[in-house]
């Protein structure tokens, strides 16, 4: 089932500038991860934040992690054409091994 | 990194006839695999959790005699939607967890029912 929500829906950047998307969540989570999908593409891992910690870096990347207000933010620094694709937030709650809730996602376009 | 083959990418079929999806882990064993399926734009909805040596498990919702899962060994498992009818005209995606609760993902198989 679904549980988290991402906002916002669609993003409009310019290349170089930063992209800024948010996902929140309604239930205990053991970790966050978030994955880019290029159209009509798979899903590709971008990082995995644990619920013990609160900030990860992964060259371009940053994300984020708040369990007391169960949200996640997802940071694109200096963005590309290529970086141009859907983002989504994805949980593993505490119950279930491996069983991922994905987020509504957000679309970004970065305009050359 | 690991790679999770799905095959085909695309494919049409006609009305009443069953479409099978073949999902593979190339380089590493998966016990587990899930298939989910996505509508334009929208997020991915998990149908089911393939168990290698036992039966899928499927969400709620989710037809298990439409949608017949077998894993057939630690690297296949397959999706097959039998008796397709326009409206399960979808991408299916299967994923295969690896590591530390990383999934690594199938380019996804576009289907579509005429």
């Known amino acids: 089932s679904q549980q988290g929500e991402e906002d916002p829906q669609a993003l409009s950047i310019q290349e170089g500038e930063n992209a800024t998307m948010n996902c929140s969540y309604k239930?205990?989570?053991?970790?966050l991860q978030w994955y880019r999908q290029n159209s009509g593409r798979g899903l590709v891992h971008l990082i995995l934040?644990?619920?013990?910690?609160r900030e990860k870096h992964s060259g371009r990347l940053r994300v984020t992690l708040d369990t007391s207000k169960k949200s996640s933010s997802l940071l694109i620094t200096a963005s590309r054409a290529a970086d141009t694709a859907s983002y989504f937030c994805?949980?593993?709650?505490?119950?279930?091994?491996?069983?991922?809730?994905f987020g509504a996602g957000t679309t970004v376009t970065v305009r050359a | 990194g690991a790679v999770v083959s799905q095959h085909p990418s695309r494919v049409i079929c006609k009305s009443g006839t069953s479409v099978k999806i073949e999902c593979r882990s190339l380089?590493?064993?998966?016990?587990?695999m899930f298939w989910y399926r996505q509508f334009p734009k929208q997020s991915l909805m998990l149908m089911a959790t393939?168990?290698?040596?036992?039966?899928?498990?499927?969400e709620q919702g989710v037809e298990k005699d439409k949608f017949l899962i077998n894993h057939a060994s630690l690297t296949l498992s397959t999706l097959t939607v039998t008796s397709a009818h326009p409206e399960d005209s979808s991408f299916y995606i299967c994923?295969?967890?690896?590591?530390?609760?990383?999934?690594?993902f199938g380019q996804g198989t576009r289907l579509t029912v005429v």
């Open positions: 994805a949980t593993d709650s505490v119950s279930n091994d491996y069983k991922l809730s």
């Open positions: 380089d590493f064993q998966a016990t587990t």
């Open positions: 239930t205990s989570i053991n970790n």
């Open positions: 934040i644990r619920s013990n910690e």
């Open positions: 994923s295969a967890p690896y590591g530390a609760r990383e999934a690594f």
């Open positions: 393939s168990n290698e040596g036992s039966k899928a498990t499927y």
